[in-house]
């Protein structure tokens, strides 16, 4: 697909997705990539602009990420963020030295408004600082652009040579104004005309699956979640009929949830779909027993997806393409889009099998973001209800269940959820019914109940028991990239818990998890 590009270089910061997300905002396509990709690969994509990410290293360490000098020389606008405005400093002739004091958190910086990256943009702003190390020195031909009381050098450019450095980090929300600041960079300085809009993407996606698949078969990875959906949708506007989509009940879904998907996708349903349920939980069960690592359970959840689909393309007759909702984020915690360390196999990326039975995998959202999928799902049509669902992972509860899967665990958990689903739910819609129709701010982006593999001695009826913990998991989110615990009012949480005791058989305890994301995940496995 030709379009402008923005790349990203990941020297291992923990916020490289934020950076290519708040590019996209800007209408403007991105991707990430390890500092280690050779340079001719980078300039070979005729990127219209570099942005280098934070990392954890020092830039005078020995063995610390780096590049060459000849990055700065292309003419290409770079932009330098953190480490990244270190790095070009250093490589071009400036000193980086580290400070008396870490500067993190919070910081007024004041800002120097005649520079491009800083066009329109208030005098003074609150940042997000995280560093040690400052610019003592600049690089030869660079002006300093914004200062805080401790840093001389928050900001620096050399106009000339279209090279920018910021010591702060634009893309997290803790920065004011930080995504006008990408703006300028990447609109004004490097000149993109920002079309990169979902209208133009499911227009050109339609038409690159049309000419790829021609009058091929393709079996589509359906679990009902968002993203297989609009990726099942996608493909059905592409080449209709030639499509069959396969939803594979594995036993691990949500309460309900298999009869729920039928009726959406399945021939009565609104959609003139190929539609085949196939129904595996007692496979998958039989697979997952005594595993208790979560990786080794994606891996085991992804191989036998695989493996039924091969099965139900061979019923079929000869299926050229398979087709899966992988999206960015999918590919990056998998260890395949930069620098950074795997967080998790995602059951359709890292997950998948060495040998795969079709021609090819088609992942027409492999470069979107979640809200950018269902972005893409609006414009297809597919219904509000059905896009912004909460979202639920491909391995379903299995990685929802910590330690061993099982079958009584598993309908524990879809118990305990169902309950805390519903009663979240009705808080929502009385709180809309009480204020005229406005959202509670506590309201989660996504919130499930998980099983914890802890047992504990508890009282009830006069007699003891030593039964389960549930934990119940609440988020508010953006980009689903950093996220934190969502304040939930008391007396919900208090009814809840009530419910799930008294209603759901072999649980005693129920905890809140209130980790934020990073260091936790979303999920909890």
Known sequence: MARETVIVIDFGGQYNQLV???????????????????????????????????GPNSVYEEGAATCGKELFETGIPVLGLCYGAQLMSHVLGGEVKRAENREYGKTETFFDTTSPLFKDLPDKNIVWMSHFDYISKLAPGFTSVAHTASTPVAAAQNVDKKLYAIQFHPEVLHTENGTKMLYN?????????????????????????????G??????????????????VLLSKAVGKQ????????????????????????????????????????????????VA??????????????????????????????????IYPDVVESGLGGESAVIKSHHNVGGLPEHVDFKEIIEPL?????????????????PEYLVYRQPFPGPGLGIRIIGEVTADKVRIVQDADAIYREEVGKAIDEYKA????????????????????????????????????????????IDFMTAEAANIPWEVLQTVMSRIINEVRGVNRVFYDLTSKPPGTIEME
């Open 215 to 232: 009058n091929g078969k393709v079996l589509c990875a359906l679990s009902g979640g968002v993203d297989s959906s609009v990726a099942a």
């Open 366 to 382: 492999r470069d979107l973001f979640k809200d950018e999928v269902r972005k893409a799902g609006l414009e297809l049509g597919i």
């Open 243 to 290: 499509l069959t989509c396969v939803f594979v009940d594995h036993g691990l879904l949500r309460k309900n949830e298999g009869d729920e998907v039928e009726a959406v996708f399945g021939p009565d349903g609104p959609y003139e779909l190929n539609f085949i349920r196939v129904n595996a939980k007692d496979r998958y069960y039989s697979k997952l027993a005594g």
């Open 20 to 54: 290519a997300r708040r590019v996209r905002e800007c209408n403007v396509y991105c991707e990430i990539y390890s500092y280690r990709t050779p340079l001719d690969k980078i300039l070979a994509m005729n990127p219209k602009g570099i942005i280098l990410t934070g």
């Open 434 to 477: 009480k204020n005229g129709g406005a959202e509670p701010k506590w309201m989660p982006n996504q919130y499930f109940a998980a099983l914890t593999n802890m047992r504990s001695v508890g009282v009830m009826g006069d007699e003891r028991t030593y039964d389960y913990a549930v934990a119940l998991r609440a988020v508010n989110t």
């Open 293 to 326: 690592e979560p990786e080794k359970k994606r891996k085991i959840i992804g191989e036998e997806f695989i493996r039924v689909f091969e099965e139900e393309a061979k019923k079929i007759g000869s299926v050229d393409y398979l087709v899966q909702g992988t």
């Open 185 to 213: 960079f990447v609109r004004n300085i490097c000149g993109c005309a920002g079309d990169w809009k979902m209208d133009s993407f499911v227009e050109t996606a339609i038409a690159d699956i049309r000419a790829k698949v």
